[in-house]
């Protein structure tokens, strides 16, 4: 029965000593996830996509529609050429007739039809590139 009684006293002081050498806590986790703008003070860069080198020779354009019916892409081209002043084109991609317009060396002038678009109401445009053989 000592014995057994050495053992826990000597538990209960091992234990004690245990006790005083615990590591605190580890440090709380952030409850919510930083604005964009916090992100970035902290990774410069970071958020931002890194540009791809575009094709030599490439030609940028506007998408304005995708659909599935040839004679709708048709009246659509004829009718965004005239609006945004710009060449219309459409391109047959598998199932889909894409209409295209302007045809542009460099991609911040096609990104400024964009805008253009855009403020005409056509919300979904966007800036496609090709390497220009399709011309």
């Known amino acids: 029965m000592r014995a057994r009684g050495a053992i826990l006293a000597a538990l209960v002081v091992l234990g004690a000593g245990c006790a005083a050498q615990r590591p605190s806590a580890p440090p709380s986790l952030p409850t919510s996830m930083p604005s964009e703008e916090e992100a970035r003070r902290v990774q410069p860069g970071a958020g931002e996509a890194i540009p791809k080198p575009e094709p030599a020779g490439a ?8 659909t ?11 009718e965004y050429g005239a609006e945004l002043g710009a ?3 459409i391109d047959a991609e598998g199932a889909l007739f ?4 302007g ?11 964009q805008a253009r678009a855009r403020a005409r109401g056509h919300a979904e445009a966007f800036v496609v590139v090709s390497d220009g053989s399709e011309r």
């Open 103 to 113: 045809e542009y060396a460099r991609r911040e002038d096609a990104e400024a039809l």
């Open 98 to 101: 894409k209409v295209r317009v």
């Open 68 to 78: 599935a019916d040839r004679a709708l892409a048709e009246r659509r081209a004829a």
């Open 87 to 89: 060449p219309a084109r």
């Open 59 to 66: 030609v940028f354009r506007v998408q304005l529609l995708a």
